[in-house]
């Protein structure tokens, strides 16, 4: 069973960055597909980005552009989201998740292993 932990999380400042880690336990992420999530207080969760693992190819929504990236380490069964220049719109619970999406890459329902969540919190 494949079970997803991620870290990095916490509190910062407008204009600062942070690295969120998921790492992967019980299986290998070779196979999969990751995706990045968030929930931000009182609205729906939200996909904002993905990776394949095994090629790298890597998707992002619009409103996030520029400012995240997401990038692999397969030997070290880990993935992470490079998240710069935050503003207090960040703030959210970040969530990761494991799957073979068939449609689209950044919808939830495509995938079917997540991780805890992990906050973040933008403020000064």
């Known amino acids: 069973q494949l079970q997803l932990v991620e870290s990095g999380g916490g509190l910062v400042q407008p204009g600062e960055s942070l690295r969120l880690s998921c790492t992967a336990y019980?299986?290998?992420?070779?196979?999969?597909?990751i995706g990045w999530f968030r929930r931000a207080p009182e609205k729906e969760r939200e996909g904002v980005s993905c990776?394949?693992?095994?090629?790298?190819?890597?998707y992002y929504e619009d409103s996030v552009k520029g400012r995240f990236a997401v990038t692999k380490d397969n030997p070290k069964n880990t993935v992470y989201l490079q998240i710069d220049s935050l503003t207090p719109e960040d703030t959210a619970v970040y969530y990761c998740?494991?799957?073979?999406?068939?449609?689209?890459?950044?919808?939830?329902?495509?995938?079917?292993?997540w991780g805890q969540g992990i906050q973040v919190t933008v403020a000064s």
């Open positions: 998740a494991a799957g073979k999406p068939f449609y689209s890459c950044i919808v939830g329902g495509e995938y079917d292993y």
């Open positions: 019980g299986d290998r992420l070779d196979n999969y597909y």
């Open positions: 990776i394949k693992m095994d090629d790298g190819w890597t």
